[in-house]
């Protein structure tokens, strides 16, 4: 395995910044007449069908066994929220906030993980818990910030942010009842119709004709990007996995933050104030910590 950590490490990094494009090309969609619902329900329609592609050529059977049924429920619902939650919170707050809301996901994990997985809480959980809620409050709650942002788009992301941490706990309790691909294949047969529900509802622009008329090209552009980075995301993941444990990639995905809101200041000229920014290097040094300690976990059950 050490001769491929490289590769591994490669493919994870293309894949964080792969899905690192979709909450800024989400603001620009937004900006050229597409709604962000519109945009998820796209992005869902066409995984849903380059999955089915991809489970066909590579000979595995599209059965999900009945014991991963209902997970895989949960996996689509919380799939579904991400989707819809966090990529609408950015057309009310700064795509920066969003993203630093949205990342304090794998902090709740860390410090859920003792009551659903039954780990060991330990000081050190409790304090990476505390650096990222100081970051958080830091990024959208001293002085004045929190009076200039959309308390739509800070609860939007929060929703997201619980919805990231029940995708993660749903995944792995799938994760060893059915096949990868099939697994999310499956689980965009909740995720497609509800994000479709969830445009007809909210948005609606890109399923009438008159809708499709107030899109200006670099609305679709965005909608084309938004679709490669969620497939090109999935599927480097797929690689960065088979070549290294997923304890040693999973730290990489922690640039995928930088590259949203590096992306966001280069699109928009996105800037936020400078303790936002401190804010954010807490949480990111919260991310980090977490998947060292996440590292060193799973180095100590190999140990034994």
């Known amino acids: 395995m050490v001769e491929r950590l490289l590769p591994g490490l490669i493919f994870g990094v293309l894949s964080a910044c792969s899905f690192a494009l979709a909450a800024p090309f989400a603001r620009l969609a937004f900006e050229n007449g597409v709604a962000p619902v ?40 919380s799939t579904t929220l991400i989707s819809c939650a966090y990529l609408s919170s950015v057309t009310f707050i700064p795509v920066g906030v969003a993203v630093i809301i949205f990342f304090t996901f794998p902090i ?14 330990g000081l050190d959980r409790f304090i990476i818990g ?12 001293s002085n004045s910030s929190l009076e200039n942002l959309d308390w ?16 993660i706990f749903f995944g792995r309790a799938v994760a060893s009842k059915a096949h990868g691909p099939t697994m999310v294949w499956g689980a965009h047969f909740i995720i497609l119709p509800a994000t479709i529900l969830v445009s ?36 480097f993941q797929i690689r ?17 933050p930088i590259v949203s809101t590096s992306l966001a200041a280069y699109l928009f000229g996105e800037r936020l ?26 180095r100590l059950v190999v140990a034994k």
Do not use: W
């Open 152 to 167: 739509r788009g800070l609860v939007l992301a929060g929703i997201g942010a619980l919805a990231g941490t029940g995708q």
């Open 38 to 77: 519109d945009a998820v329900a796209v992005r869902a329609f066409v995984a849903f069908i380059v999955l089915s592609v991809i489970i066909k050529l590579s000979g595995k059977a599209f059965h999900v066994p009945r014991e991963a049924r209902l997970p895989l429920i949960g996996l689509g619902l």
């Open 273 to 298: 104030a400078n303790v936002q920014y401190a804010g954010g290097a807490l949480v990111l040094t919260a991310l980090v910590l977490s998947s060292a300690l996440s590292l060193r976990n799973a």
């Open 130 to 141: 505390l650096i990222a809620l100081f970051g958080l409050y830091l990024a959208v709650g």
């Open 108 to 121: 709740f994990i860390l410090v859920l993980s003792p009551f659903v997985e039954k780990t060991r809480f």
């Open 200 to 235: 007809q509802i909210f948005g609606g622009a890109l399923f009438s004709q008159a809708g499709l008329s107030s899109v200006m090209l670099p609305g679709f552009v965005a909608i084309g990007v938004i679709c490669l980075g969620y497939l090109s995301g999935y599927l």
């Open 240 to 256: 960065a996995l088979a070549n290294a444990p997923a304890s040693y990639i999973g730290s990489v995905f922690n640039v995928e």
